[in-house]
């Protein structure tokens, strides 16, 4: 067993030693001087989209993107690195079948997707949209005013990932209480009271006050939020989806705002993308729809950065990588 050990300390040791090729796209050409200084065996190629393909033909890894073309032409290559959490554009047969290790921005986009969920329920609980109309018109109209109370209100966060646990420890920040659903079984999270598989969720829908969408968009997870769903919603429910648009079904959704089943909703993602003029979801007042931008804060770039910074030296000296995703499933 020790002889074994060595040798694979040896090994490692010795793949570690081996130059590598990492070509590198998109907003990572611009730190390949410095992630030369994290991989000084490594020979970094900044490509564009009509040259990836030649390339990438003798590349180890890839950071940015992957396409049929390109994984056909790339004979060597050993890790792709996606920029986004979503790795659904990614997932084509050649690519999934293969050994090649795929890494994406899971976990790193929780914080400020956690916060663009809340600011869209918030807009719609507090009447902000309301105000926001008012101000416009230079109007003070006080005395009808509404407000929801999040205090005591019950959450289900369907997807209880990086973006999911941190929606759910923000829901318990404002006293609710939080179920989860998850294919996976959750580690223990101090925020959520329990968690359910997806072929459970009808039994927990009935109970939110508050629905948040954080899954990933799988063939699992297509349309999980589909008429039957909706109709379990409690009366007067809030919906909120933050993931990818694909998760819920649309004209259900419309139904269930135009029934008066559901407060309201806040829609960072549609299906379909964008929302084209004259979609029924626009007449809603009670919907707050902002365009796919919940990944966008200042912290988010130096999170990506050091993400990549430490795997690029990890793939360099033959190390485990962070943020590995099951190409089978999705995420």
Do not use: C
Not at 43 to 66: C, M, N, Q
Not at 71 to 86: D, E
Not at 242 to 265: N, Q
Request: glycine fraction near 8%; avoid cysteine.
């Amino acid at each position: 067993m020790r002889l074994l050990a060595l040798l694979s300390v040896l090994a490692t040791a010795a793949l570690a030693q081996q130059p590598v090729k990492i070509v590198v796209t998109g907003q990572g050409v611009a730190w390949i001087p410095e992630l030369k200084q994290v991989a000084p065996n490594a020979t970094f190629v900044a490509s564009k989209t009509d040259t990836l393909a030649t390339d990438a033909a003798d590349a180890d890894a890839i950071l940015g993107t992957i396409n049929p073309t390109v994984f056909t032409a790339a004979k060597k290559l050993r890790w792709v690195h996606i920029y986004s959490a979503g790795v659904e554009g990614y997932r084509f047969p050649e690519f999934i079948n293969s050994n090649v290790t795929l890494t994406n921005g899971k976990i790193i986009q929780g914080p400020e997707i956690a916060d663009h969920a809340f600011a869209l329920l918030l807009a719609m609980t507090r009447g902000i949209t309301r105000a926001a109309a008012d101000r416009a018109k230079e109007e003070w109209p006080k005395g009808d005013w509404k407000a929801i109370e999040l205090r005591g209100k019950t959450a289900v966060v369907i997807g209880v990932g990086g973006i999911g646990s941190q929606i759910a420890t923000r829901a318990q920040g404002f006293g609710m209480t939080v179920i989860g659903v998850d294919p996976k079984d959750v580690p223990f999270h101090p925020a959520i009271s329990y968690v359910v598989p997806p072929d459970r969720i009808d039994t927990v829908l009935p109970k939110a006050d508050v629905i948040f969408v954080s899954a990933p968009h799988t063939p699992q997870s297509e349309r999980m939020i589909g008429p039957k769903q909706f109709d379990l919603m409690k009366k007067g429910a809030w919906f909120v989806a933050v993931s990818r648009g694909k998760l819920y079904d649309t004209p259900s959704l419309v139904k269930a705002l135009d029934s008066k089943r559901l407060a309201g909703a806040g829609l960072d993602v549609t299906d379909p993308e964008p929302l084209p003029k004259g979609h029924p979801l626009w007449k809603f007042d009670n919907v707050v729809i902002t365009p796919h931008i919940a990944t966008v804060s200042d912290q988010r770039d130096a999170r990506y950065r050091e993400l990549v910074f430490d795997n690029v030296a990890r793939f360099a000296k033959g190390e485990p990588l962070r943020n590995i995703v099951d190409k089978v499933k999705g995420y």
